[in-house]
C-alpha cells in the first residue's frame, strides 16, 4: 500500500477518534436541556399553579447548586413541567427534583419511665407469644422470675440483679430477624393500649453480635416521644448545612438553624441535659446523642454511617429546604443545550466559517 493512502487511512482513523472525544467531552461540558412532566400529590383545595409557586422557590435553590437554571409550566390542572438547563448530570438533576429529605429532632423515653407499661405488655405478650417457640436473646433480662417469652425477643436493658441501666439510650436489644413478629406484637390494640399513646418504637442503627460467634445481627429499640404532634425541630428550621469530614475522618453533616429554631434548640437541649435525643433521617433513627450541656448558636453535627457522596446530597437538600408536595415524574426529554451541536462541528471547519 502505498504510503500517501496509509497517511491518509491513519489521518481519517485519528480524526474519527479525536472527533468523537472532543464532541463526547463538549457534550457533556455544555450539557442537556431536559423537560419533566411531573405528577405532584394533589392537596384539596390547592390549584396546579399554586403548588408550582410553592415548589419553584425551592427548586430554584437546589438548582443554583448544579450551576443550572429551572422553569415551571402548567398543561394541565394535574400536571407540571419542569425544564432544567444545562444538565450534565440527567440522573442526578432527578434525583434533585424529586427526593425529599426529611430531619426531625425527639426526645426519647428511659426505660424507667415506662417500666411499668413494659411489665403489663409482657404478660399480654407472653399469651400472643404462647405457640411461639422461645429462643433465649440474653439470661436474666426480664422484669420477673417466671418465664416470659417477651424476652426472646427483647432483652432490656438491665443489670443481672434487675436494676435498670439509666445510662442507656435504648431501651433494649433485639435480633433483626425478630423485628417482624415484633412490630405486629407491638401494633397489636392489647398492648398498644397499655403504653403512652404518643410512644413510638424505632430501631437504631444494626450492630454485630458481641461474642463475635452469633450468626444474628442486633438492634437497638428505642421508646421515641412524638407527643403526637409535628417534631420540636425539623427541616424546614435549618437555615445552612454542609457536609464534611469529622475528627474521626468519617464524613458527617454539620448545620445550623434559624434564628427562631435556635432559640427552640437552646430550650430543648436545656430541658434535656443529662438526657438523650433522637435526631431522625428520612424516618429513620441515625443518632441518639445524649445532651451534656444546653447548647447555643443552633449549630449540630450529625453522622450516622453517611457516605460523603450521601452526606452532601442530604446537606444540600437540607439548606435547600423541603418540597411541601410528594412529585412523581412520568415523562423526561432530553436535548442539548441549544447551539452546543454546531460549536463542536465548527472545530472541523475552516475558522472563517464558523462565524
Not at 442537556?32 to 412532566?37: D, E, G, S
Not at 404478660?123 to 433465649?136: D, Q, Y
Request: charged share 25%.
Amino acid at each position: 500500500m502505498k504510503t500517501w493512502i496509509k497517511a491518509g487511512i491513519t489521518g481519517s482513523v485519528i480524526a474519527a477518534v479525536f472527533y468523537f472525544v472532543y464532541s463526547h467531552f463538549f457534550n457533556q461540558m455544555a450539557g442537556y436541556t431536559v423537560k419533566y412532566t411531573v405528577k405532584a400529590e394533589r392537596q384539596k383545595n390547592v390549584r396546579a399553579e399554586d403548588m408550582a409557586g410553592k415548589i419553584m422557590p425551592v427548586l430554584e435553590r437546589r438548582m443554583s447548586e448544579l450551576k443550572s437554571e429551572v422553569s415551571i409550566r402548567v398543561p394541565d390542572k394535574n400536571l407540571l413541567e419542569i425544564t432544567i438547563t444545562p444538565v450534565t448530570d440527567t440522573a442526578l438533576a432527578r434525583k434533585t427534583i424529586i427526593e425529599n429529605s426529611t430531619l426531625e429532632i425527639r426526645e426519647i423515653y428511659t426505660l424507667k419511665e415506662i417500666a411499668s407499661a413494659i411489665s403489663k405488655i409482657a404478660e399480654i405478650a407472653n399469651r400472643l407469644l404462647k405457640n411461639r417457640p422461645v429462643v433465649p436473646l440474653a439470661p436474666n433480662n426480664n422484669f420477673s422470675e417466671e418465664e416470659n417469652l417477651f424476652s426472646s425477643l427483647i432483652a432490656f436493658s438491665v443489670s443481672s440483679n434487675g436494676t435498670i441501666d439509666d445510662n442507656m439510650a435504648h431501651i433494649g436489644t433485639c435480633r433483626a430477624s425478630d423485628t417482624a413478629i415484633l412490630n405486629r406484637l407491638m401494633r397489636d390494640p392489647a398492648v398498644r393500649e397499655n403504653l403512652p399513646a404518643d410512644l413510638e418504637f424505632m430501631y437504631g442503627m444494626a450492630e454485630p453480635s458481641s461474642s463475635g460467634k452469633s450468626p444474628h445481627t442486633f438492634l437497638y429499640l428505642y421508646a421515641i416521644r412524638t407527643y403526637n404532634t409535628e417534631p420540636v425541630l425539623r427541616d424546614n428550621d435549618i437555615e445552612t448545612a454542609t457536609a464534611e469530614k469529622g475528627y474521626n475522618g468519617e464524613p458527617e453533616i454539620r448545620f445550623r438553624f434559624n434564628r427562631v429554631a435556635a432559640k427552640e434548640w437552646e430550650l430543648l437541649t436545656r430541658k434535656n441535659t443529662g438526657r438523650f435525643l433522637a435526631i431522625i433521617v428520612n424516618s429513620k433513627l441515625v443518632s441518639v446523642p445524649r445532651v451534656n450541656e444546653p447548647i447555643m448558636g443552633g449549630h449540630v453535627s450529625l453522622s450516622g454511617g453517611f457516605t460523603m457522596a450521601e452526606a452532601e446530597q442530604l446537606a444540600q437538600q437540607l439548606r435547600s429546604g423541603h418540597l411541601p408536595f410528594t412529585l412523581a415524574i412520568i415523562g423526561e426529554e432530553i436535548q442539548p443545550v441549544p447551539g452546543s451541536s454546531n460549536r463542536f462541528t465548527c472545530f472541523f471547519r475552516p475558522l472563517h466559517s464558523c462565524w
